[in-house]
């Protein structure tokens, strides 16, 4: 097998073919692991059933997934889209139920509170100038409390028809409609990324935020646009979540942050800025949502999957921090 | 230099501190078009502020700028690359991690609207690059689709250079240190590219620490000193002694240019 450990003297610039898809292979590869691990261990892993559980609950991280790849692709975080999503929901099912809107209307309407919320956010990191990741912390709680207050402790259940088809419903009796969704944003994902101004100058303020600001981009602006974006996305996924429950609180929603961060990572999007991959993403999604059911469904306890998320998740960005500083060092000897 | 062809160029005046230390005191410098102009001097005599001051990074806090004989007031660097100034400074300013097009094109991608949306033409950004390179600055570049990390000094450097060349209307090319961290071979590469862009009618003002190189492609040297400009000499009047005498403070008496 060839490994990249190979004797640093021989190596040289020109990379072999493959190493274009090393950030997906390694993903690819534990996916394969898990799925010959569940074929020995809980057969009823690769049923129908399941593999609906599993499409249903990748398409919302594919949602999340998508704009956290151009977040964290310029350097940036965003711990709070847990807390907007609950938001989102809440107040689209209040409009619903309280208000007696329509539920398009309301639909519209959570998703404009993301887009706000997103809005919020990047004011606070790009005018008051505080850090990314704690801004977004303190501003998840901000969140987290407003949705709180307006549920005031109560479950809001049993919505009209699109919601739920959204969520939950098939087309054709057979595509989760929120596959489509989530598939149709990472399409729109890998296309801002590799062929607007979005995507390339997330790359380059990530990648050099001094060479940005001398080729003269905007970088307000376009840190702006990236969490305007998560915003609405994490909207989108509250709206999926309580369509797949047909019912929502102000509670859900908790670890969407680093659930999502994790599978970005995972996909190979370097979490120090400079270059994302939506198909890294799309792999990453992939497998951490198989990860989660596969813990489900060989009943570990609730509390154990926690513990065992978080160490994933650490496992993961160690691992790719690892390779970071590796590669760096290799530099040092061209 | 006291004919009356307009300067396309034109600093005066220029004071810039930062606190209590005066970079640059009574700052000034003429730019012609189809010339090089090399400003030389110590470490700390105040030419890369100047330069700085020139390109929009920093605000001078007295003094005027005249482009093509008009006043021009610089807020940022997209200022003053909209009026035809534009620079590589000494680290290249390059994003590494994304391949040579993307560099050569950053802040002015190529776009093809679809329905009225701007996408970005990779297609044709990276055949206008193959075409930048060889055209005008003479170089083949293999990893076109690799990131700009894994190239060469020199093709870093021609990357960089070709960056410049493309911004609109290019009036004022500024190369900051271009050959310090370049190979023989690449040096004579970028003076050569230093030559051919001025002879394209395009002012270039070069910093250097090297008078070999100095003399071998600039027309006129501007010599600076503790954050002053102490001299102005045509190269094909002149001699690196007498530049470097004024570079480090003596015969400054003698040479009475500026």
Avoid at chain 1, 73 to 96: E, P, Q
Wanted: hydrophobic share 50%; aromatic share 6%.
């Amino acid at each position: 097998m060839t490994t990249a450990t190979g004797p640093v003297a021989h190596r040289r610039r020109e990379l072999p073919w493959w190493s274009r898809f090393i950030n997906v292979l390694g993903p690819m590869i534990m996916i394969v692991a898990l799925c010959i691990v569940m074929a020995f261990a809980q057969p009823r892993f690769f049923g129908v059933p399941n593999l609906m559980i599993i499409l249903h609950d990748m398409a919302i991280y594919m949602v999340l997934g998508m704009a956290m790849t151009l977040v964290i692709t310029a350097r940036g975080i965003d711990l709070s889209i847990g807390a907007v999503a609950a938001l989102s929901a809440v107040v689209m099912a209040m409009l619903i139920k309280d208000g007696g809107w329509n539920a398009y209307l309301a639909m519209a309407a959570a998703v404009g509170i993301g887009l706000v919320c997103g809005f919020v956010n990047s004011v606070i990191i790009t005018r008051i100038r505080v850090p990314d990741l704690l801004a977004t912390l303190a501003m998840d709680q901000v969140y987290r409390g407003i949705a709180l207050v307006l549920a005031a402790g109560t479950v809001l259940a049993q919505f009209p028809d699109p919601i739920p088809f959204i969520g939950r419903g098939r087309l054709f009796d057979t595509v989760p409609v929120s596959a489509v969704v989530g598939i149709l944003a990472l399409l729109l994902g890998f296309v801002l990324y590799n062929y607007t101004f979005i995507g390339r100058y997330a790359a380059a303020i990530g990648g050099n935020k001094e060479s940005a600001i001398l080729a003269g981009i905007n970088v307000v602006r376009h840190k702006t646009y990236q969490y305007v974006l998560m915003g609405g996305a994490a909207a989108v996924a509250g709206i999926l979540l309580t369509g797949r429950l047909n019912a929502v609180q102000a509670t859900v929603g908790q670890g969407f942050a680093l659930h999502t961060i994790a599978a970005v990572v995972v996909g190979g999007t370097v979490l120090f800025g400079g270059r994302g991959t939506m198909v890294g993403t799309l792999v990453g999604v992939t497998l951490l949502s198989m990860v989660t059911n596969a813990m489900v469904m060989l009943r570990f306890p609730f509390f154990w999957q926690l513990v065992a998320s978080g160490v994933i998740i650490i496992a993961s960005i160690g691992f790719y921090s690892y390779m970071l500083r590796r590669d760096n060092k290799d530099k040092e000897d061209f | 230099m006291s004919e009356a062809v307009q300067p396309v160029l034109s600093m005066r005046g220029i004071d810039k501190s930062f606190g209590g230390l005066r970079a640059v005191i009574d700052g000034h410098l003429e730019a012609h078009a189809g010339e090089v102009l090399a400003i030389v001097g110590d470490n700390g005599a105040g030419k890369s502020t100047l330069i700085k001051v020139l390109t929009g990074v920093y605000q001078a806090d007295a003094g005027e700028i005249r482009v093509g004989g008009q006043p021009a007031h610089f807020r940022n660097r997209r200022d003053s690359i909209n009026a035809g100034i534009d620079a590589v400074y000494q680290n290249l300013a390059l994003v590494d991690l994304l391949p040579a097009p993307a560099n050569v094109f950053l802040g002015h991608e190529r776009v093809v609207k679809v329905l009225g949306i701007p996408f970005l033409d990779n297609r044709g950004m990276r055949r206008e690059t193959v075409r930048i390179l060889q055209e005008r600055v003479g170089v083949h570049l293999d990893g076109l689709d690799q990131p700009a990390l894994n190239l060469s000094g020199g093709q870093r450097q021609a990357v960089a250079i070709a960056r410049a060349v493309n911004a609109a209307d290019l009036k004022v090319l500024v190369l900051d240190e271009p050959v310090a961290a370049l190979g023989p071979q690449e040096t004579k590469a970028t003076l050569d590219l230093v030559r051919s862009v001025r002879d394209k009618g395009i002012a270039v003002i070069i910093i250097s620490h090297n008078l070999e190189h100095v003399f071998a492609v600039a027309d006129r040297v501007q010599v600076m000193r503790g954050g002053r400009v102490v001299g102005v000499v045509n190269t094909a009047e002149s001699t690196k002694r007498e530049v470097l005498g004024l570079i480090v403070g003596a015969e400054t008496e003698e040479v009475l240019e500026a």
